[in-house]
């Protein structure tokens, strides 16, 4: 398996732009989960999914940003229109269901720059 | 809830000597702890996990954690460190009951001197 795939790699963009990131999860793997790492929070859980279905977004941080996921083996994390502060790495991970015992797997992240 | 602490931002250490980056945790019912390396410009890798059993856990790379549960912490050492250990290390957990995501520390960044 190719492992988690995110795409782009690096995206800079504008102030007040929309942004999508993408994400294909391992194949077979039930949970999705996007986070956010910044030098001053560190590694944010914004959403995460089960079988397709968002469970919880209570780390989502402001209606600007938004999360899909249309079938098994694609997300999305949209932020619209984005702001300097939104400036980070964002990771997308999945892992298998059952328990918590199932290792989560990492993507290699994208770099956005909001100028 | 469930929470990790990393009480050292930095730790350094010269090649050869042994390393440990501390972890201690907080969470009700018995845990799931993790740990996680990520290097320069790349996502985090897993290194190992402590579900049940022994306490001391063999990993990827030459590491190995202890899980204490009375000082709840889950310490990762190695005993010869290399430069190319060199990174940022994340401690996580997760609850036994209840499928809940894991809970990251803050990151410890070890630099290992040659």
Known sequence: DAGVIQSPRHEVTEMGQEVTLRCKPISGHDYLFWYRQTMMRGLELLIYFNNNVPIDDSGMPEDR????????????????PSEPRDSAVYFCASRTGGSGTDTQYFGPGTRLTVL | ???????????????????????????????????????PNRGLQFLLKYITGDNLVKGSYGFEAEFNKSQTSFHLKKPSALVSDSALYFCAVSRISGNTPLVFGKGTRLSVIA
């Open chain 2, 1 to 39: 809830a469930q929470s990790v602490a990393q009480p050292e931002d930095q730790v350094n250490v010269a090649e050869g000597n042994p390393l440990t980056v501390k972890c201690t945790y907080s969470v009700s019912g018995n845990p799931y702890l993790f740990w996680y390396v990520q290097y």
């Open chain 1, 65 to 80: 940003f938004s999360a899909k996921m249309p079938n098994a083996s694609f997300s999305t994390l949209k932020i619209q």
